[in-house]
T-cell receptor, first 114, second 112 residues
Framework: AQSVTQLDSQVPVFEEAPVELRCNYSSSVSVYLFWYVQYPNQGLQLLLKYLSGSTLVKGINGFEAEFNKSQTSFHLRKPSVHISDTAEYFCAVTRFQGAQKLVFGQGTRLTINP | DADVTQTPRNRITKTGKRIMLECSQTKGHDRMYWYRQDPGLGLRLIYYSFDVKDINKGEISDGYSVSRQAQAKFSLSLESAIPNQTALYFC???????????FGSGTRLTVV
């Protein structure tokens, strides 16, 4: 079975500062990895995904994530955040083959302060 | 119209009542899912369906049932609601592997 751990439940940063949201996963098989964002009172939107190929994945709104197989991590980064990035962010994993269900981490609440 | 529509958006119900949450999609996807979101726990899978004749339990299916009425419709029922089923419920759809999910806007359910 797969599992995901998001290492920070809350991350406060100042506007225009860089941010990293950490995600580690556990799986005995190859996986696909995803980051989703949930703005207040909304559903989840896909930010980016890693399927194969380059380990640096670029997503929407200036976010990027790097897949590190040896460390089983998929950390999300943005070099300069805006107030509008205030949201909850979820890391998720699904196995490469077989019955595929997304397994989510606990979420990280990103708060941007002016 | 939204790709994945959930009704109702908000619902307050009493303990012991039966309640149905509905989900419809226009994505044409075969795969549909029900998750619940609780603060600090992320999203946990309740049930999923890979086609109309396929229904599978997720990690927290006790107290819930589902019906896949058509490719586009997937309903979640709470047979006898209890307060710890108070949560935000999401329906999602997906293509085959690797493409990520499309989520509805959620149903906020409160059981009093």
């Amino acid at each position: 079975a797969q599992s995901v751990t998001q290492l920070d439940s809350q991350v406060p940063v100042f506007e225009e500062a860089p941010v990293e949201l950490r995600c580690n996963y556990s799986s005995s098989v190859s996986v696909y990895l995803f980051w989703y964002v949930q703005y207040p009172n909304q559903g989840l939107q896909l930010l980016l995904k890693y399927l194969s190929g380059s380990t640096l994945v670029k997503g929407i709104n200036g976010f990027e994530a790097e897949f590190n197989k040896s460390q089983t991590s998929f950390h999300l980064r943005k070099p300069s955040v805006h107030i509008s990035d205030t949201a909850e962010y979820f890391c998720a994993v699904t196995r490469f083959q077989g019955a595929q269900k997304l397994v989510f981490g606990q979420g990280t609440r990103l708060t941007i302060n002016p | 119209d939204a790709d994945v529509t959930q009704t109702p958006r908000n619902r307050i119900t009493k303990t012991g009542k039966r309640i149905m949450l509905e989900c419809s999609q226009t994505k044409g996807h075969d795969r549909m899912y029900w998750y619940r979101q609780d603060p600090g726990l992320g999203l946990r899978l309740i049930y999923y369906s890979f086609d109309v004749k396929d229904i599978n339990k997720g990690e927290i299916s006790d107290g819930y049932s589902v019906s896949r009425q058509a490719q586009a419709k997937f309903s979640l029922s709470l047979e006898s609601a209890i307060p710890n089923q108070t949560a935000l419920y999401f329906c999602a759809t997906s293509e085959e592997q690797g493409y990520g999910y499309t989520f509805g806007s959620g149903t906020r359910l409160t059981v009093v």
